[in-house]
């Protein structure tokens, strides 16, 4: 890697962390500097006295104020639900539990110790933006784009919430994405291994190698498929194994997958969308005039955004294309409760955006050659690099 090209992957990653804890700063700085703000647990809910009793300075909030950090939180204090006093004090823990990585790494973070978890939480999240960015910019260069893709994290609104709330989000596009680099450089159990993990962050991040099966899939009907592509396959199959057992475990324990806990999200597609547009318009007309007002412009552009990447993205000149078309079919089924509010669209829809550019100018996939005077095998994939045509 040449000195200017690891000082602007550098740049990226200080670029996300800065934007990100200067976000984070304007948040707490009101509050006293307590960390304990962003997790936003209510004052009124079960899991209050459990915090208090951990610390006492712990911050709460109001009922309205309330967000899904509470969940990680909970995750962490208890993270493989083995205390029945705490893990039923968040509602649809049985889902809740079905995405454990954030809450797990965060425990680690914290040493174990219950006070320190929110701001553990917090460097957890930080770190996962300052890595994304140096991940998405060392992938942008090897594929033929500028470096300074790699800012793409630092100005998505759906990262920068979710830094702010101490959500998933960012953790999970930072191991996405050092997996996508590994993969990309041929290091194909290293790459799937992470994939494994940003699955465990959140099950969404099950695109990434079910687009890379599918690519496979398509550049064999296309004659372009090199050695080893069931290894690949085989390898990409295996990512999502450690999740599956985890579902098998939570299925013995609680009784229903988590997935079953909370069958709302997903609905028949376009259905939620015309809802949300309806709800929204009601809004406009009444006392949440702002959000129904905001809700429709954001949401037609949404929806615009989205219909130019999957027609650019139906000519499959990378996984990127094809990852964004499972996005797009998923996001065309999402009820009206993820797509109405702002904060949770943006955050929601936050991998179709950051997907969305390569999409657009048609990057193409090239996997690294082997070194010079190695035996192709079935770590790698070896095609002619095409010229990149926007």
């Not at 083995?82 to 040493?111: C, K, Q």
């Not at 943006?346 to 550019?357: Q, S």
Request: hydrophobic residues 55%; charged residues 15%; proline residues 6%.
């Amino acid at each position: 890697m040449r000195d200017d090209q690891r000082r602007i992957a550098t740049a990226c990653a200080i670029a996300a962390i800065a934007i990100s804890a200067a976000a984070v700063g304007f948040t707490i700085g009101f509050a006293g500097w307590e960390p304990s703000i962003l997790v936003r647990m209510s004052e009124t809910e079960p899991m209050a006295r459990i915090a208090r009793a951990h610390d006492p300075g712990f911050v709460l909030v109001p009922p309205e104020a309330h967000y899904d950090g509470v969940y990680f939180y909970a995750i962490a204090l208890d993270p493989f639900a083995r205390n029945e006093d705490v893990y039923t004090r968040i509602d649809l823990y049985e889902y809740r539990y079905g995405h454990p990585g954030y809450g797990w790494l965060s425990r680690i973070a914290a040493l174990g110790d219950a006070s320190r978890l929110p701001l553990a939480m917090l460097l957890v999240s930080l770190a996962g933006m300052g890595v994304a960015g140096w991940a998405v910019s060392r992938i942008a260069h090897e594929l033929g784009r500028s470096p300074w893709w790699g800012l793409l994290i630092a100005v998505n609104p759906g990262l920068i919430f979710a830094v702010t709330v101490l959500n998933s989000e960012p953790l999970g596009v930072a191991v996405a994405a050092v997996g996508l680099l590994a993969w990309q450089r041929g290091r194909l159990l290293l790459g799937a291994a992470l994939f494994a993990g940003a699955c465990l962050v959140k099950e969404l991040f099950l695109i990434v190698p079910a687009g890379l099966v599918l690519w496979e899939v398509a550049e064999t009907v296309r004659h372009r498929a090199a050695p080893g592509i069931l290894f690949r396959m085989a390898t990409l199959a295996a990512s999502a194994f450690p999740l599956a057992l985890w579902y098998l475990y939570l299925k013995f324990h609680f009784g229903v997958f988590p997935a079953e806990a909370e069958p709302g999200n997903i609905g028949k597609p376009l259905v939620g969308w015309f809802d949300t547009f309806r709800y929204a318009v009601g809004f406009s007309r009444s006392g949440a005039s702002q959000i129904g007002t905001f809700t429709i412009a954001q949401l037609t552009i949404t929806a615009g955004a989205m219909l130019v990447g999957a027609v650019r993205a139906v000519r499959l000149r990378s996984p990127f294309d094809v990852m964004f078309l499972l996005l797009f079919v998923l996001a065309s089924t999402v009820n009206w409760f993820i797509l109405l509010y702002p904060k949770d669209l943006i955050r929601e829809l936050l991998l179709a955006f950051l997907l969305l550019p390569a999409v657009v100018v048609g990057v193409r996939w090239r996997p690294r050659a082997p070194e010079a005077g190695a035996t192709p095998d079935t770590t790698t994939r070896v095609r002619r690099p095409e010229p990149d045509r926007a």
